[in-house]
């Protein structure tokens, strides 16, 4: 099975900056698209950002200009640049990345455990 490792959230006051990174390991396995998605309390799981293989990029309004996603295909690797925090940005962050594997034979979205970003005023 493929498996995703996140790191990187914490704690930080506003203006402050965060890097979180997602791993993913596994055997006999090649990703597609990739992503990251945040729930905060009240209300529904919301896109943040996600990557193509190829390197296109989507954002949301709300972190676009702020956030910056990234990928390291040769480490099977997503990472999430966070700048100029507010505290409406304080969420569990989840990985999601859509991985195509042969043995055995499917395409599935795997998700992250999610980390906790909390941004202090």
């Known amino acids: 099975q493929v498996q995703l490792v996140e790191s990187g959230g914490g704690l930080v006051q506003a203006g402050g900056s965060l890097r979180l990174s997602c791993a993913a390991s596994g055997r006999s396995f090649s990703i597609n698209d990739m992503g990251w998605y945040r729930q905060a309390p009240g209300k529904q799981r919301e896109l943040v950002a996600t990557i193509t293989k190829g390197g296109f990029t989507n954002y949301a309004d709300s972190v676009k200009g702020r956030f910056t996603i990234s990928r390291d295909n040769a480490k099977n690797t997503v990472y999430l640049q966070m700048n100029s925090l507010k505290p409406e940005d304080t969420a569990l962050y989840y990985c999601?990345?859509?991985?195509?594997?042969?043995?055995?034979?499917?395409?599935?979205?795997?998700w992250g455990q999610g980390t906790q970003v909390t941004v202090s005023s």
């Open positions: 999601n990345a859509n991985v195509f594997t042969t043995t055995p034979l499917r395409l599935a979205d795997y």
